[in-house]
């Protein structure tokens, strides 16, 4: 069910769908709701939220410069006013939203899948955000929000207490390295690199995703034979 909130003065359209516990979807930047069709079946047992962020989908665009910030704000008041606390599922833009919002407000995120994002805007492979001559509109102000944004750190990681998964392509836009920097920051997470895909995964390989999405958002971490990382610390 199709509706609208008003997110800190922008009229946020939102998608609304099926029962169950709390789930929200943070689509990728420059996309809309539509983006998560391959992975609604599988999160059938999931009440999902799925809201287009400002500029993006049905939201309208706002006066002055874009940021993960000023999203993840937006995500924020639509956590404590429509959802409640809640897991992230975020793609590209959207996982880099969810996890300003999660180091913002912890206590609102349950859980965190974070897929083809990056805490620093030097975590893009080189040439994937393109130069702002020539590109007008809101393309400018998402492409100039790009080069500046998000600018996390890792001591902003590792102070996040929430368990994460995440993903990436093996030849995605993201840099591998720079993914497994984000898992190794992060205290309680967990990575998956998914191969023969790139930032395009949760369409290229739906199946072998949205299984390692759902087992994460379900269960509980198995105990491992030969911990290293998650040794414990006796």
Request: hydrophobic share 40%.
């Amino acid at each position: 069910m199709a509706s609208h909130i008003e997110l800190n003065g922008v009229r946020t359209w939102y998608d609304e769908r099926n029962e169950g516990d709390p789930l929200v979807l943070l689509h990728p930047g420059g996309a809309d709701a539509q983006a998560w069709s391959p992975q609604l079946d599988a999160l059938k047992n999931f009440h999902l939220y799925l809201p287009e962020r400002r500029g993006h989908g049905h939201t309208p665009d706002t006066e002055g410069p874009l940021s993960h910030e000023l999203m993840a704000q937006d995500t924020i008041a639509f956590l404590e006013h429509k959802s409640g606390p809640a897991p992230l599922v975020g793609c590209s833009d959207g996982a880099t939203v969810a996890l300003v919002t999660a180091v913002r407000r912890p206590d609102l995120v349950n859980k965190l899948v974070l897929v083809c994002g990056v805490f620093h805007h030097d975590g893009w492979a080189p040439g994937v955000i393109p130069p702002l001559d020539g590109l007008t509109g809101f393309e400018a102000k998402l492409t100039a929000m790009h080069h500046v944004s998000p600018a996390l750190t890792p001591d902003d990681l590792r102070a996040l207490p929430n368990r994460t998964l995440v993903m990436v392509g093996d030849d995605d836009e993201v840099r591998l390295e720079h993914a497994i920097a984000m898992y190794r920051a992060l205290p309680d997470a967990e990575l998956a690199v998914v191969p023969g895909t790139s930032h395009g995964l949760l369409w290229e390989k739906p199946d072998l995703c949205n299984g390692m999405i759902v087992d994460f958002l379900a269960n509980d971490p198995v105990p491992t034979f030969a911990p290293i990382r998650r040794r414990s610390v006796t």
